[in-house]
């Protein structure tokens, strides 16, 4: 028996869909007896494995990893896991593992990381643990052996056509279907694996080494003529990477989305949305499209080529995106990183002077703000952090401390350059602006509290008096209204 473990991840009574499982588990089918268990479904999952050892052999014990809270959640639960069944080989795959294998090989907890897309190394390693062999011809990999660290050569990207189709029959999906401002049924899929890209902020291309591979239209139907049929999903979130790197592909899957009546949101950079012709933004908006995440990132040009951002991203196409999606009734979902080196205080300054601007334009738009926080890969801001002191913990214990939990939510990046009272601007701002535009996705807000909010805050936006909004903060509490902070609901 073969257990792939998802650690819990999220106190959201929403619990997402363990997609990376699915893809692994899709690999054993018909070859290898398995189970998932999911650590946002179990109150003790690391007891739910004990109990299935107790019953069976268990030959290997596979687990995703983000960085954050399910991190820490993984840490537990593997350290209580080898303990009790030693011989039992743990292996993590996922962002985190990938980044930081050096780390979680630092104690015998973790036995070997998969690196990047893992749906053929995982099948390889089964084979090798089962059969007794040697894990140094699986490319992807990078394990202890005699006391030393060994890694094995990067494995080029799967076609994700050439891949099986999940197993969703192993898991109980009413639980992973929720209602919000998308729909009443709210499916979740991957699409596409990697990006092109080099940002030099981002986690993904050290993933995918700059490749993207993605399902054919044909295939992403028949995925969503599943939802639709089988799971009465109205509505579904597209958590690619990048999901819209091929104007073509999307105006495909557009068109397959169309007769199923479902809405959509999904992610993208914002020069290739704007190089979309008309006729394919009226072909996504007829199909359901309802909100497009994009990383903005910065309110300055300079700002994103320092950023690496490519190809011909600039602030005032943010600003021409904002116009040209509200003209077609698409809320647009933009993020940014703010407190840039060398000098944060100015690079905050300018970039929510420019959300403002965004707000006069199209006041639907949502904005998150995460404060930059390094990773690691050879860039310019990651090497000015080093030079300044900066250092990632080396070991698992280090990276469950509460300090690198919080860096790992983006919230307190630790940077030499990144202060408290950066931090604390970038909060209040949010306070304000939240406030002054209510999020369009919170189904609770009533008119009657949206004018409210916008009374209450009207005199701090417009004076531009962020300091303490202590009033704003005792309206949140007082009824919780919605504030955008992640990624997709």
Partial sequence: MIVLFNPWSTPSPKKPLPMSLLAIGSMLEGEFEYRIVDGNLEADPAGVILAIADKQPVTAIAVTVMPGPQLRSAVSGCRQLKRLLPEVPIIWGGYFPSQHADACLSEHTVDVCVIGQGEQTILELMRAIRDRES????????????????????????????????????????????????????????????????????????????????QSPDRVGQVLEKFSLLYRADAVQFHDMDFFISESRTQAIADRLTPLGMTWWALGRVDELMRYKDATWAAMRRSGLKMVFCGAESGSTEMLKRMNKGGTASADLTIELARRMKSHGIVPEFSFVVGNPPDPEADLSQTLSFIRRI?????????????????????????????????????????????????????????????????????????????????VTDMRMTPARRRLLRAASAWRYHAKAYTRPLELNLLQRAFRYQRPETTGF
């Fill in 359 to 439: 707000k006069e334009i199209n006041d639907a738009t949502e904005i998150i703000l995460y404060v930059y926080s390094p990773v690691p890969m050879d860039g310019t801001f990651y090497e000015a952090a080093q030079h300044q002191g900066f250092k990632f913990p080396d070991t698992l214990e280090g990276w469950v401390s509460d300090r690198w939990q919080t860096f790992a939510l983006r919230r307190d990046p630790s940077t030499p350059w990144s202060h408290g009272e950066v931090r604390q601007k970038v909060r209040d701002f949010e306070s304000v602006l939240n406030a002054y535009y209510p999020t």
């Fill in 135 to 214: 894990w140094s011809s699986i490319a992807g990999l990078t394990y202890r052996q005699n006391g030393t660290i060994q890694r094995t050569p990067p494995r080029a990207l799967t076609p994700l056509d050439d891949l099986p189709d999940w197993p969703y029959q192993r898991l109980p999906m009413e639980r992973y279907f929720h209602k919000h401002y998308l729909g009443d049924r709210v499916a979740t899929h991957h699409s596409s694996f990697g990006c092109p890209f080099a940002c030099n902020f981002c986690a993904v291309v050290g993933m995918s080494n700059r490749k993207w591979v993605a």
